[in-house]
């Protein structure tokens, strides 16, 4: 194994703004309006710029991150919007600030706890992100927030009404492979998946403890397939996906819809969006012009092959890379996140899908619930 590649494999994934949202009305005023919150958490595919506040070096606080539509690096891996921000445009929502975000204290909205190469375990890029227990207990914060702001029946209320994104799991199956952890030896690819999933059931069960019930999710993108992947795959073999890492990926997505239909069962009122974000990339790399893209399998911004090494921006100790003319002919922006366009694609199908790509309802659904 070629353990800087897989240095940058991690990194890249694990990778993933700064919005100052300025809103006019107090927590009190604005809450009498009938709409549903947004509370987000996860990793890079979310991540708004949390990272930005934090003590690490997982960050894309830098040009050319940023340069559509916000015209500046926010904090967030694309050249513009994540899923999340389009899904806070598609429900009549401001763009969801990050929560670490200076003088944000406005949550009527919902609050964005993401952080780049954050997983379900607190091991998963330990000291470096926040990981899903402290985004747990940001949103606790923010939940005494609105209690204290809006009084115990209206605050009870948001929660129940609002919506809870989850994009969690990728950095946690990435991490061991790029840290040649003991994991990998010492347990059963089943047994490490089935951990994962435990940590994730755990905080779903906690958010639904304190009063939330709708809940969206992506299934795990195709890790193995991603350029920075890619990358590593040819300097040792050649050519293809990084295959080592797809049980992993294969047995979460098959086990997540499970788990998801288990928690309808036994938990009153828990209803849940999933999104199946694997099939949708796969089809976007491998057949890029039937969905108006030019090149499916090359980063837009990087370096080396498939421009699978994270250097864009020339911050992360590479200082040389390539910047691709025009980002929206590709569907990746960098090593391992994908440009604006594919977001807003993705985003659209998880808001108004049908069931064979989202299901058993999609976001506007629940939304409208």
Sequence with gaps: MANTSFHNFIFGFCTSLL?????????RGSSKKEHAP???FGDSIFDAGNNNYINTSLRANFRPYGDVFFKYPTGRFSNGRLISDFIAEYAKLPIIPPYLQPGNHQFTYGANFASAGAGALVETSQGLVIDLTSQLSYFEQVRKSLRKNLGDEEAKTLISRAIYLFSVGGNDYSYIFGTNSSILRTYSH???VGTVLGNITAAIEEI???????FGFLSLDPLGCLPFARAVEQEQKGHGCFEEITPYVKLHNKALPKLLQKLETKLKGFRYSLSDYNEFLRDRMNHPSKYGFE??????CGSGPYRGILSCGGERGIKEYYLCPNASKY????????????NQQFARLFWSGTPNSTAPYNLKALFEN
Aim: hydrophobic letters at 35%; charged letters at 30%; proline letters at 2%.
């Design 331 to 342: 569907v990746f922006f960098d090593s391992a996140h994908p440009t604006e366009r594919v």
């Design 38 to 40: 947004i509370f987000i």
């Design 208 to 214: 639904y403890k304190k009063g939330g019930r709708n």
């Design 190 to 192: 089943r047994e490490f």
């Design 295 to 300: 090149e499916g399998k090359v980063a837009c």
């Design 19 to 27: 919005i100052i949202t300025t809103l006019s009305h107090s927590e």
